[in-house]
C-alpha cells in the first residue's frame, strides 16, 4: 500500500476557472503536488460545506480504504460512501500544472470563475471566491461570538493564543 503523503498544506490563494473548467494550480500547491505525486490528485466533495476536496493519490488511498472497511449496512456510513466515493474523481494536471474541474464538481460548490484554494493540511478545499467570502464572514464572527461568550476551562479554544 502506499504510503500516506507528510506534506501540509497551508494558506490561501486565489485562481481563476477557464471556460472549460480547467483552473492552474498556483505555483506554491503545483510544485508540492508535483513532488508528492507526481501530479495524480482526487478531487471529490466535502460533505459538512458546499466545496471540493483535492487529495494527493496516496492520502486519498488512505481515506478510501478506511471508507471502504466501514460497516455499509448502516445508512449515515453509505450516505458518507455514496458522497465522498460516488463523486471522486482521479486526476493528473497536465504540462501547464492545470486540472480540470468536472462540471458535476463545479455545480456543486457553485464554482463559475474565481475560486478560493484554502490549504488544509493533507489537502486542499476548493471554494467559490464567493461563497469563501460569505463562509469566512460568518465563521470570524461566530468565533468573536464564542471567544466572548465561552471562557470555560473545556472550551476548545481556551488556552489559544494568537
Known amino acids: 500500500m502506499e504510503k500516506q503523503s507528510s506534506i501540509t498544506f497551508r494558506g490561501l490563494q486565489a485562481a ?13 500547491f503545483r510544485e508540492t503536488l508535483q513532488q508528492v505525486c507526481q501530479g495524480e490528485v482526487v478531487l471529490t466533495v466535502d460533505i459538512h460545506d458546499a466545496c471540493l ?7 486519498w488511498r ?7 472497511a466501514m460497516p455499509n449496512m448502516d445508512p449515515a456510513t453509505r450516505r458518507v460512501q455514496r458522497l465522498l466515493l460516488g463523486h471522486a474523481v482521479e ?3 497536465d ?22 484554494l484554502v490549504g488544509q493540511g493533507n ?12 463562509q469566512r464572514e460568518s465563521w470570524i464572527q461566530a468565533t468573536r461570538e464564542e471567544l466572548s461568550t465561552d471562557l470555560s476551562p473545556s472550551s476548545p479554544l481556551m488556552g489559544l493564543s494568537l
Open 16 to 28: 481563476t476557472l477557464d471556460d472549460k473548467g480547467r483552473m492552474a494550480v498556483p505555483k506554491r
Open 53 to 59: 476536496l483535492l487529495y494527493p493519490m496516496a492520502d
Open 62 to 68: 488512505a481515506i478510501e480504504a478506511k471508507l471502504m
Open 91 to 93: 486526476m493528473e494536471m
Open 95 to 116: 504540462s501547464a500544472g492545470r486540472i480540470l474541474v468536472p462540471d458535476l464538481l463545479r455545480d456543486y460548490a457553485q464554482m463559475t470563475k474565481e475560486v478560493m
Open 123 to 134: 489537502k486542499i478545499e476548493f471554494w467559490s471566491a464567493e461563497t469563501w467570502q460569505a
